[in-house]
């Protein structure tokens, strides 16, 4: 079976500079004087921070757990990228005056420990599975906020982030099919 390598045809240096730009995007209304969101992206923003710690704990124990080059490669990668767009949340969310949540929320913490407690390609199967979930409702939640939310800063995090995401979840499934694990139907 030949694997495709996707870090070397997807530019990592390309990837980089565009984190780097969502960085920079929400930092941009950080010098605005009216920082008030409404409630719905209050929750956004807090419902962002939970799911990227989820990500990035999970990342992290791939890194550590996985012996499979392809996981540990595509999870460094999202350890990189998700800091730097954590990085932005942190500033957006100050800008707004918005407090953020630590840590992961309860389902993702459940599913770090259901991963912990697996090994060789039963945990790469389930850490993919995961990641795709994940990826598919945080793409599902930028997308919308892309479009409606009323903030110009939140629309404009959410629009910048969203094409890094949908790599991460085009990627995760590209992953999943070189494993095996497609879904069937």
Not at 69 to 91: H, S, T
Not at 102 to 111: C, F, S, V
Not at 116 to 123: E, V
């Amino acid at each position: 079976m030949q694997t495709n390598n996707w870090i070397a045809t997807t530019g990592l240096p390309a990837l980089a500079i565009m984190a780097l730009l969502i960085g920079a995007a929400a930092c941009e209304g950080a010098h605005k004087q009216d920082a008030a969101v409404s409630p719905n992206e209050i929750n956004f923003l807090q419902a962002v921070r939970r799911e990227n710690d989820g990500d990035l704990d999970l990342a992290r124990l791939a890194v550590r757990n996985s012996k499979n080059a392809e996981i540990r490669a595509y999870a460094q990668k999202v350890l990189a990228n998700q800091e730097i767009a954590e990085r932005g949340l942190d500033a957006l969310a100050s800008a707004k005056n918005v407090q953020l949540p630590l840590g992961a929320g309860d389902e993702d913490a459940a599913e770090e420990a259901k991963l912990k407690a697996l090994s060789g390609d039963a945990f790469d199967r389930d850490f993919i599975k995961q990641m795709i979930k994940n990826h598919k409702k945080t793409v599902s939640n930028f997308a919308k906020e892309s479009k409606h939310a009323e903030d110009s800063d939140v629309k404009q995090y959410a629009s910048k982030t969203l094409p890094l995401l949908k790599e991460h979840l085009a990627n995760a499934e590209t992953i999943r099919d070189q494993l095996g694990g497609r879904p069937k139907g």
